[in-house]
């Protein structure tokens, strides 16, 4: 962390608020370890005038991907279909709001143990389900404990694997016990996996019905196709402007391009980089272009050669030109990476380590004293990782040329990547969804015995400080513990990251949005639903 | 007719063969694709664990051939299962999919064929002409475009700048059938392009290939006007590959117009199918490929019947 | 009214009363209806549209010069027999195989005609044409000229060699099912019933993911979903060739299979099957095309033309040019193609009318 009164810190954090790459909260967090007071700091966040929602209206959204065999199972969420839908019939116990802070959903307050490793939540007593059913502790419990346990086939189990225990205390207080201090504990809970569903009578939940507590409850559906909704009139929460939603799945490019040009929807979820400029002309769409944590990765295995070298791995990061990437291939829509997976976008962000740039020289002296001249590896991709991922490595490929690195791009099938080529192949690319907090990220992909250790990588004081951090509670302690995580990953690590992606998506001009708008999913993390209305 | 009607049976027999195998085939091909539906379904999210569990809750852990003959012993009597991943009943899912799918077949090959068919007459009687070449050009232009790029154009030209046209072609119930016509006339459009030039070339290279023949020859020589000759003497006879090039592209127009369905999300057969096979979800898949499969021997079964019905020399075999 | 209008009609009554003098009754006609064509059009469309006209006519103009040139090049080095056979070709036809002669050329030098190498980045993206990059520069700042002349070795190689092998397979088996008939026939028959039944991208989805995505996988994929196109076709044709009475009486003059199909049905077939090639040829290029949507193509970053139409497709709503580039190329050697085949179409027929 940098010491008090650095102007040039603060003159960088201002800029960074006007382009609305830091959020609100993490702009008063450094603003003030940069010296300033809090008031001072808030005066120096520009905010827009907040506009007066109304009620009314169908909100028409074309979404980007969508399956027609999704579910509505919790546990094996992964379409975007899937978690907008889910943001908007079913509730969680957390929410990130737009300024990037942690909020309430069902839970309406959270406290922890001294030591970080048992956490109680409040559940308010105003939620119900769209059957009519109050929505109690019980719960809570079993949407849980749908991702724990032998026989669950959740996606999100590995979060959950330091749970010990979760307890319903009454009918609105649950109690969960950790097996060590977690402090992001309730940041977990905003996970898309985390929704709450009905309980059975066996502790089992019912998620086939698709009933939720949620601002709008689903009249009718169709799978990869479209889903209306309609607002659910017992919702515990603040917003649901819209009478009526209808989720449409668009996934070709085009199609969504020209459904928003055209007014067939009201707001879209992705759009084409590269048609980006040419859309922003339209003065009935806004284009709306959020930092994110999401961020494409890069991992080489680290107990492979060539990659066990770390000046291979050094070599192959500075070998690459990210300003020309984030030009070329992002369309200036992305934050440069620096090999550490920690987003500005995210809190504890270091904001003082030198950033790597391209250096083919270096890049060239590395291999040499690596004793690897001429080295050629293969890199392996797929167009479904990232529009214009395999551009990318192409990109790449010319970049490193000048390195003397020869890399082959290997493009290989959408279908079955994260199965077959994603944690087998030693060199890939990959696409990491936004998460909440550095903890989460390191712990999922860092860690020496996680699962998805995507580059095999193995440091002992990562490690160690991983932990420790973890457990932290306080705030400038955990965010030096981050700082030395992030020069370790970036110096001794085996995943080279370009860019974090922003999330760039639009609206038409008539729909209002917040003056802040969450980064934690496109469409204002997947709750426009609920937080936008209809200007007129 | 009773030979016709023995080979009908015949055909319907070995047809009901040719779907066996492509079961078979499609079974097998599923089974060796890389990943399985518990890593698909999980997605970047999938742990050997969690694979685990969801292999062992959608029953995946019994032998390749147990699973198949379980699915064809419900299958022969009309049980085609339930999809692995959503539980539900494979009928349901594709009945209202592959209706769409129909009509939209039915909507452009009522306009596609006769206009080919006419255009083909036409252009065999005008051959070589300036008429001819640019008719030519046109049909070629369009089928050598990329369908999904036809289909871009199209929406930018009667949708976007002149907004004649709806953009997407997606239903919704209570729609009357005038507006359903309207909403799906651009995808019925684009596959029109797609197939008109095919059926319009194959059925002039069949005509002009008869011209030639000595009964051509002795029609010209009565003088029979050219329409005259072509239509009632050559056109007989160049019934049998015309039929057969539009039973292929009739049943193109059912099985291959997923990118079609893509760009004006339009919800047909197609996206479902190959959303089943990214998610290997094997009942769909199978039930969808033996739709088209018997679409397939269906449309051939009637090309044959009718290429032996328009030839009396194989309507009477020596 | 402008000199440009002026010269405009001038020009062209001259050419009609010249026409009219040399009783050139076609190009009479031809001349003097664009004459009252541009008359409707001048009044609406104004100057605009008739330079639009002189262009279009010039371009027409240029392309039958050259082809007329390249004809009559043609039948100057060919050999003697080789050289009454192009006499009887018609302007289109020469023009597709000018066509057709440029691609192949473009093809097999590609590395020599191309200013910059295929994968090279030279510019800023989309960099606008100038006269270093002949059509500007695509996504990445590479030369789409270079490209497109890249991608004719290729796309076109590809197809070609996929179609040739259709071709070689679904013609076989097709005339040996129609001259030998019962059981060969039926499974040949059914053989392809089942592989056709099965769509094609579908097909060749299942059997891409399942064997790799290298070049010879490719082709003998592609080539196996499309020769039971061909297999019908040749066995539809051949059918009714077979139950003629010289077959039959070849039959009984006890003639092998081998010779009933040389001599005796394969002559009597080849139209359809030539006018066949040519759109099999367009299809072949179009799936290959439809692959890359899938991932499951060529590898990058070899320029193929179905990728670089798909790439940049969503252009078009706004009216940028990019993707037309290789989708005009593509067009343009279906379009040659099919004018060959047309012509070889219409001497095979056996017609001599004119």
């Not at chain 1, 990130?96 to 909020?103: A, K, R, T, V, W």
């Not at chain 1, 001429?374 to 390195?403: F, I, N, P, R, W």
């Amino acid at each position: 962390m940098k010491k008090p009164s650095d102007p040039q810190l603060l003159d960088r954090l201002s800029e960074a608020a006007r382009q609305g790459r830091i959020s609100r909260r993490s702009f008063l967090h450094y603003a003030s370890a940069a010296g300033l007071t809090m008031t001072g700091a808030t005066g120096l966040w520009t905010k827009q005038a907040a506009a007066q929602p109304q009620r009314g209206g169908t909100f028409r959204w074309g979404l980007h991907d969508g399956n027609t065999a999704d579910t509505h199972d919790p546990g094996t969420y992964l379409s975007r279909q899937q978690i907008y839908v889910a943001h908007t019939h079913r509730s969680y116990l957390t929410m990130i709001n737009g300024d990037g802070s942690l909020g309430p959903d069902l839970a309406t307050s959270w406290s922890a143990s001294a030591d970080a490793s048992e956490w109680t939540f409040e559940i308010t007593p105003d939620a119900s389900f769209h059957s009519g059913k109050k929505l109690t502790a019980n719960d809570v419990v079993a949407s849980l404990n749908h991702h724990r346990g032998d026989g669950s086939t959740s996606a999100a189990k590995a979060l959950l694997s330091d749970v010990t225990d979760i307890k319903a205390d009454g009918d609105y207080t649950v109690v969960v016990s950790l097996t060590g201090g977690n402090a992001d504990f309730p940041w977990l809970m905003t996970d898309y996996h985390m929704a709450i569903c009905p309980a059975n009578a066996d502790g089992t939940i019912d998620w086939q019905s698709g009933d939720g507590s949620g601002p709008y409850k689903i009249d009718s559906q169709e799978w990869g196709v479209r889903c209306n909704l309609s607002r659910h009139d017992g919702w515990h929460g603040e917003g649901a402007y819209f009478d009526k939603v209808e989720i449409l799945v668009l996934n070709d490019p085009n199609a969504r391009q020209t459904a928003l040009v055209t007014g067939d929807v009201d707001s879209v979820s992705l759009i084409e980089l590269k048609t980006m400029g040419l859309l922003q002309r339209n003065p009935n769409i806004v284009i709306q272009n959020i930092p994110s944590a999401g961020a494409i990765t890069m991992p080489m295995h680290c107990n492979k050669a060539p990659f066990d070298n770390v000046d291979v791995r050094n070599a192959l990061k500075l070998a690459m030109d990210r300003d020309e990437i984030i030009e070329k291939i992002a369309f200036g829509a992305a934050t440069k990476g620096n090999d550490f997976h920690h987003s500005p976008a995210q809190p504890y962000w270091p904001d003082d380590i030198p950033q790597r740039e391209y250096d083919p020289d270096q890049a060239r002296s590395l291999l040499k004293k690596a004793g690897a001249e001429g080295l050629t590896v293969s890199l392996s991709t797929a167009d479904s990782v990232y529009a214009g991922a395999v551009d990318m490595c192409v990109l790449y490929k010319e970049q490193a040329a000048k390195a003397g690195i020869n890399i082959n791009v290997v493009r290989e099938p959408n279908d079955g990547y994260y199965s077959d080529v994603w944690l087998k192949k030693p060199f890939t690319l990959v696409s990491w969804g936004a998460r909440p907090t550095p903890d989460v990220m390191y712990t999922l992909a860092y860690k020496a015995d996680a699962a998805w250790n995507e580059s095999f990588w193995q440091n002992e004081r990562f490690n160690e400080v991983l932990l420790q951090a973890k457990a932290e509670l306080n705030d400038t302690l955990r965010a030096e513990m981050y700082r030395e995580m992030a020069m370790l990953a970036r110096d001794d690590g085996g995943t080279l990251i370009p860019f974090f992606n922003n999330f760039v998506y639009a609206h038409s001009a008539k729909v209002g949005v917040p003056d802040q708008l969450a980064a934690s999913w496109e469409c204002d993390g997947a709750r426009a639903a609920s937080r936008w209305w209809f200007t007129s | 007719m009773g030979d016709i009607a023995r080979l009908v049976a015949k055909r319907l027999g070995l047809g009901l063969l040719t779907l066996l195998v492509v079961s078979v085939l499609i079974f097998f091909a599923v089974e060796l694709l890389p990943g399985d539906i518990a890593q698909a379904v999980l997605g970047q999210g999938a742990t050997e664990e969690n694979v685990a569990a969801l292999r062992e809750r959608m029953g995946l852990n019994k032998p390749a051939p147990v699973r198949y003959f379980e699915w064809l012993g419900g299958a022969v009597t009309g049980d085609f299962g339930v999809s692995l991943i959503s539980g539900e009943k494979v009928t349901t899912a594709i009945t209202g999919r592959f209706v769409n799918t129909l009509f939209l077949a039915t909507y452009a090959a009522v306009i596609a064929v006769p206009l080919a068919i006419i255009l083909g007459v036409i252009v065999a009687l005008l051959r070589n002409t300036i008429f001819d070449r640019v008719a030519n050009v046109m049909t070629l232009t369009s089928i050598s475009s990329p369908e999904f790029f036809l289909g871009y154009i199209l929406i930018l030209f009667l949708a976007v700048k002149n907004p004649y046209f709806p953009a997407l072609a997606s239903l919704s119930e209570g729609m009357s059938f005038g507006e359903i016509l309207h909403r799906t006339f651009l995808p019925a459009l684009t596959l029109v392009l797609v197939v008109t030039a095919h059926m319009m070339r194959m059925t002039r290279a069949a005509i002009i290939n008869l011209l030639a023949s000595p009964y051509i020859e002795m029609a010209r020589l009565k003088g029979t006007p050219p329409w005259k000759v072509i239509v009632k003497h050559a056109l007989p006879n160049a019934w049998a590959p015309i039929i057969n090039v539009v039973a292929l592209n009739i049943a193109y127009l059912i099985t291959g117009v997923v990118l079609v369905e893509v760009v004006f999300v339009y919800p047909g057969i197609g996206q479902l199918l190959v959303d089943a096979v990214s998610k290997r979800d094997f009942p769909i898949v199978q039930a969808c490929c033996l739709i088209f499969a018997a679409t397939f021997i269906l449309l051939n079964l009637a090309a044959d019947v009718g290429a032996i019905l328009t030839n009396p020399r194989l309507r009477h075999p020596k | 009214m402008s000199t440009f209008v002026i010269g405009y009609y001038a020009l062209l009554i001259a050419a009609s009363c010249l026409a009219a003098y040399f009783n050139k009754r076609t190009v009479f006609m031809l001349i003097f209806s664009l004459t009252l064509v541009s008359f409707v059009l001048g009044i609406v469309g104004g100057v605009w549209a008739l330079q639009m006209v002189t262009g279009f006519s010039a371009a027409l103009a240029l392309a039958a010069g050259t082809s007329y040139a390249f004809r009559e090049f043609l039948i100057i080095i060919a050999s003697k027999n080789l050289a009454k056979e192009l006499r009887t070709a018609p302007l289109t036809a020469a023009f597709g195989m000018f066509v057709i002669f440029t691609y192949a050329i473009a093809g097999i030098f590609a590395p020599a005609i191309a200013p910059y190498g295929e994968a090279e980045i030279v510019s800023s993206a989309f960099a606008p044409p100038d006269e270093n990059l002949l059509l500007g520069a695509d996504q990445l700042g590479r030369d789409m000229f270079s490209r497109i002349i890249f991608g004719a070795r290729n796309t076109v190689g590809l197809a070609l060699l996929a179609t040739i092998l259709a071709f070689l397979m679904g013609a076989a088996a097709g005339l040996l099912a129609a001259t030998r008939g019962g059981i060969l026939d039926q499974f040949l028959g059914r053989t392809a019933d089942v592989i056709m039944s099965v769509p094609s991208l579908i097909f060749a989805l299942l059997m891409l993911s399942i064997f790799g995505t290298n070049l010879l996988v490719i082709v003998v994929v592609v080539a196996v979903i499309y020769s039971p196109r061909v297999f019908r076709l040749t066995r539809a044709v051949a059918g009714n060739v077979v139950v003629m009475d010289y077959i039959e009486a070849a039959k009984l003059r006890g003639e092998g299979n081998w010779y009933l199909i040389r001599r005796e049905i394969l002559p009597n077939s080849t139209a359809p099957l030539i006018a066949e090639f040519g759109l099999e040829f367009c299809f072949v290029f179009l799936l290959i095309a439809g692959l890359s949507f899938l991932g499951l193509g060529i590898q990058p970053p070899t320029a193929d033309w179905g990728s670089m139409v798909r790439e940049n497709a969503t252009l078009i709503s706004f009216g940028d040019m990019t993707p037309l580039i290789p989708a005009a190329a593509i067009a343009l050697l279906t379009v040659a193609v099919n004018f060959v085949v047309d012509w070889m179409l219409f001497r095979s027929s056996g017609l001599k009318e004119q």
